[in-house]
């Protein structure tokens, strides 16, 4: 009977560990600035989008009443941090609202 030989001694997880001091470092820093950028480039897009958004304070109201919102849940929307997305908080209030019926 012949046996064979296998190395289950290193988890491929743990190859990293392996690697030179300099080499993980440089490892750690590539992650780093990686992070830093993807999260400037959300802040970035949250920007774009609530200068979007504000575009919305301009129209006069009976656009606004066509769109099914109020000015006020326009302005309080536009209040809200940076991070929380203004324009799906005013498309939850929209839904909340009673549905206009025109004749």
């Known amino acids: 009977m ?3 030989a296998t190395c289950d001694c290193v988890a491929p997880n743990h190859a ?3 690697l030179p001091l300099a080499s993980r470092a440089l490892n750690a ?3 780093s600035i990686a992070d830093r950028l993807a999260a400037h480039k959300v802040k ?3 920007r774009i989008d609530r200068a979007a958004f504000q575009h919305m304070l301009t129209l006069e109201d009976h656009v606004l009443d066509d769109i099914g ?4 849940n ?6 809200l941090p940076m991070h929380q997305s203004a324009g799906l908080a005013l498309e939850a209030t929209k839904k909340r609202a ?3 019926i025109r004749p």
């Open 16 to 18: 990293e560990n392996h």
């Open 44 to 46: 970035r897009q949250a």
């Open 69 to 72: 919102v109020t000015r006020a």
């Open 74 to 79: 326009v302005e309080w929307a536009n209040q």
């Open 2 to 4: 012949t046996y064979q």
């Open 98 to 100: 009673r549905p206009k």
């Open 29 to 31: 820093l590539k992650r």
